[in-house]
């Protein structure tokens, strides 16, 4: 039952509560108790996601990184604070960490890449920039 509620906010995340009932043959009191079980164990936020894809000024793109000589999680840290990043995953393989950027025009996302390029410890560098995402949604666990 929470994983439905959760995949119908993920389509709609302002949809009703009585909608979501509605849809999942339960009582609006079910949905609202779970949900705000759910909200207040902090397994799901519900938050307002600009899309950076929407705008012609926007360029959105995943970096990325391998690190050498410092710990991984402390390269993400530093990254993960600067207002051009709103995801930051570290990894295993030979690549340490991906970045999703979302800057301002070409020289935005050329200023974050030499950004990137002067942390200590980053050896190798490589930008993806998105032309089209074809599905917005995160894949659900």
């Not at 990254?79 to 051009?84: F, K, L, N, R, Y």
């Not at 974050?112 to 930008?127: K, P």
Request: charged content about 25%.
């Amino acid at each position: 039952m929470d994983l439905a509620i959760v995949r119908r906010l993920q389509v709609n995340g302002r949809a009703s509560l009585k909608s979501i009932a509605d849809e999942l043959g339960v009582s609006e009191g079910t949905v609202r108790k779970r949900l705000t079980r759910i909200l207040d164990e902090e397994y799901i936020r519900i938050v307002a996601i600009p899309n950076a894809l929407a705008s012609a000024m926007t360029v959105t793109a995943m970096a990325h990184i391998s690190i050498e000589g410092v710990d991984p999680e402390q390269v993400a840290d530093e990254i993960a604070d600067w207002p051009e990043v709103p995801w930051v995953a570290v990894g295993a393989g030979h690549i340490d960490l991906a970045v999703e950027i979302v800057a301002g025009g070409r020289e935005g996302l050329r200023a974050v890449l030499q950004r990137i390029h002067a942390v200590e410890g980053v050896a190798n560098l490589q930008t993806f920039v998105y032309l089209k995402v074809v599905k917005k949604l995160p894949a659900l666990c």
